[in-house]
């Protein structure tokens, strides 16, 4: 699997310093990208915020045990920032004496628990149907473009909603109303992409020796498009979570009991005027999460392009917020 | 070999066979020009210590290898390189005035009424969002405070001059919608709008085919004739200097290396790149022969040393080529008469109203005596 | 121009098309309008009677059709809420929603073209810097959390501002100021990036050449190429807006056709929550077409008769 595809890459790079590896290629890959990320501060610290925080989904609930639906009244609406009532109420409290902290790791795991699968599934469907679209063109690309311009010039908002009010808001609704309107991106993306490799003198020859469509697909496309499509992703899973907490904010996504930072937002903002914390805490933990996201995303931008990656070793590097702008593919 | 010069002696309509005669004001004197580019890799010096006159009605051209630093030239003489480079060193008197030393803002005013300049690829130089007229139209604007509706009537007459049919409906159309012989036009005719006294020709003609590019070259050599404009045609075809132009400056990695009259450069070339240049255009060949070339490539322009610039081509090549690079000294024939004249003094005697005659053989090396030409 | 115009208006009626029957379909789905219409103890008589009246034992046909002869009449019946006509509603609420969108987009554009330039002309400049962080911000910060916190600081603490409803200007600053966020953080990425290409074009030179000088080059021969990217995601922008428009509305109270929607959700008013989506569908379709038209007109490339030379 390795030959045709760094050579596929090596055609990319036109003249820039020769890159340890070419190919974005998962066994002997990590350890170089790693020690790339390592050099640049912004990045580091972005994937550890990550990190973090899918730590915290993942174990965070079990430690907080009850602490996040147990009420105390005695320390209703608790100001932050202090050890005076227990380390569970540093963030402070909610109207029924709920630990702001408990609740935040809590709903730290239905967020993200709606985000991944929903960028998980776009990811998948979308970037195999847009490889497979782009590969064979014809017709296939044309109604493939077509439903992906339908579902793109349609508000995704107005269309979760819509989809809600006919079907109950469950947390499966959300992550398939989610992944529905994000697949038209990965789709237009991998067409783009693995129509301009189908034309590629490696895919040629792999067809002269007889490999099927999928072999091609599987061996020479997928490889090459994945790094952009997983860049991609890491930039869609910013919008998949402000959009979650969007539908929750406006009270058609996650539905209390269960609680979401957006829906903890919506909460709070009754209480704007007494106890800012419950609106303002939720909020935080969603802009350094996607801050995390995008300064990841676009440090991957550079470091899986063979022809730019020589940007990262240069010792002076501003990365902060080159928004990758997503293009319009007609 | 011999068919350069040959074409180079044949009678011609251009004023190069005045070689005898009254020379002409000159119009442009080039000294000392450094540009430099700022790269990841630190800054490098893409042109490097060059100097040429231009003379009003006549034709100078800067003959060299892509990359050489002749296009970096016209770009620095008109004003427009890129934001990653700088005027390092040198004057460009243009008329008396040093556009060197003058602001970007101050340089705007010879943008156009002193100086033109036609690139390579019409395509792109055109804007695409407006039309031609809008275009030619625009220097007008600018220079002359025109309004609309007379730069208009400026813009129809122009591309009358350069020979564009039926300029009165085709004022309104758009760069896309002309062929690439008529785009050139249509860009000459821009750079001639306010009778510059100096013309730059960037590669006119190398994206055209033969017979459009016949046709361009004649139109250059008409306009500048009418205009008694001194034209810099920078060109990588020899057959093109040769034809057209009447005195010559060689460049190669940055440097000039020979300069002087076509004929007598292409006749009898005083330094090894030049006759290899000219032995590599196949003459008389039979089928079968084997072509003639100049082994290796030009050096890297962060990678070129310190002697001479030409030395790993070079089949002279000796110790003080390595040590020490040649300054541009006057050679050839007419060596006796500057026997005594550096180059410096050589071009500053010429600059006063031209009294010193035709312009200097002058070569960069340090054997261009030892070479021989059959 | 005729015939290219006829082109877009099909190819972009298409999406408008798959909403009606969308619609349509998701009315079928929401069950019997007569468990929602009628009271929980009407007869099956009733029931039977309503069916009848609303032609729903009539085949799927019929019914499509009734229901696009309705949408052409602008009839999608009565809303469930109040018994006014649904479409009546959804057209009183539009043009709240449109002030503040055209308001946001002018302003985004107006500020995204000054900020935009100026970052491409002094890269790492003070202007590049403001831009980078502001897109950064829009593609990090949720709009409703943003507008949260303007009405905690701006409207509790600081009390510059009411916290909601139309009531005179200022009321206008923290909802714009929330709506604008997003389009100017893509649109000022998108300027800066194809003014940078724009000027590094040879006809830029070329004008230099002709003694243009800085402002005329910008303003005459560079923006005019960068606006065609811009223009291409102005589509993508006004559909987020209508996103960002449901949100604003909604936590300001706007009076338009984000918060008739929410609302009509919340409340299963699902004539009117129709009525609201199909008007905004038709919106978007119409705006798409100005689009295009606006294309053409920027760039004679796109235009479809070309004369040859």
Known sequence: MTSPVTQGAAQEQPSSQPPTRNAPNARDGQPGLFRLLLKDRFASVAAFILLLVGLTALVGPALMGDLATKQNLLFANKAPFTMAHGWEYFLGSDSLGRSMLARLVVASRTTLSVALPAVAAALLIGSLWGVWAGYHRGWRENVSMRIADVIMSFPSLLLAVVVLYVFSPSAANIVLILALTRIPIYLRTARAESAELQSRTFVDAARTFGAKPNAIIGRHVIPVVLPTLLTLATLEFCYVMLAESSLSFLGIGIQPPDVSWGLMVSQGRQYLQTAWWLSIFPGVAIVITTIAANVLAAWLRIATDPAQRWRLALPRQRLIARIPVKEAQP | MNSAADQATLPRTGPAGVTASQPHDVVLQVSGLAVDIRTHRGTVRAVNGVGFEARAGETLALLGESGCGKSMTAKALAGIMDPVCDLAEGTIVLNGTDLAALTPKERLKFAGPELGIVFQDALTALNPVYTVGTQLGEAFRIHRKLNAKQAKAEAIDLMRRVGIPEPESRVNSYPHQFSGGMRQRILIAMAVALNPRLLIADEPTTALDVTVQAQIMQLLRTLREEGQMAVILITHDLAVVAEEADSVAVMYAGNVVESGPVAEVFADPRHPYTKGLLESVPVNLERGDQLRSIPGSPPELHDIPSGCVYQSRCPLVQDICRAQRPALRPAGRRRADNAAADVDQATSATNDGGTAGRPVRTAACHFSEEITNA | ?309
């Open chain 3, 1 to 309: 121009m005729l015939t290219y115009l006829r082109k877009r208006i099909i190819s972009s009626a298409l999406p408008l098309v798959v909403v009606v029957v969308g619609v349509f379909a998701l009315a079928r789905m929401t069950g019997n309008p007569a468990s929602l219409y009628l009271p929980l103890n009407a007869t099956q008589q009733m029931r039977d009677d309503f069916t009848a009246r609303n032609g729903l034992d009539q085949p799927l046909l019929v019914q499509m059709a009734d229901y696009f002869g309705g949408v052409l009449r602008l009839d999608f019946g009565q809303s469930l809420r109040t018994g006014q006509d649904a479409a009546a509603m959804a057209l009183r609420a539009f043009p709240a929603t449109l002030q503040l969108a055209a308001t946001t987009m002018v302003l985004a554009i107006i500020l995204a073209v000054i900020v935009g330039c100026w970052a491409a002309l002094k890269p790492n400049g003070i202007a590049d810097r403001i831009s980078s962080f502001i897109s950064m911000a829009a593609a990090s910060i949720p709009d409703f959390w943003l507008a949260i916190v303007g009405i905690w600081i701006f409207a509790i603490t600081l009390g510059w501002v009411p916290t909601s409803g139309v009531t005179g200007a200022s009321a206008w600053v923290l909802p714009i100021a929330t709506l604008l966020l997003r389009p100017f953080g893509v649109l000022v990425q998108i300027v800066r990036g194809s003014m940078v290409s724009a000027l590094s074009e040879p006809y830029i030179k070329l004008a230099r050449s002709r003694g243009a000088g800085e402002l005329r080059v910008v303003t005459h021969h560079a923006l005019r190429n960068a606006a065609a990217p811009a223009l291409t995601v102005a589509g993508d922008l006004t559909v987020g807006l209508v996103n960002g428009a449901v949100v604003v509305e909604t936590i300001f109270g706007w009076p338009g056709i984000g918060k008739l929607m929410i609302d009509s959700i919340l409340q299963r008013d699902f004539a009117v929550l129709q009525a609201a989506v199909l008007l905004t569908a038709v919106a978007i379709f119409a705006l798409n077409i100005l689009i295009d038209m606006g294309y053409a007109l920027l760039d004679a490339r796109v235009r479809p008769v070309t004369v040859k030379a």
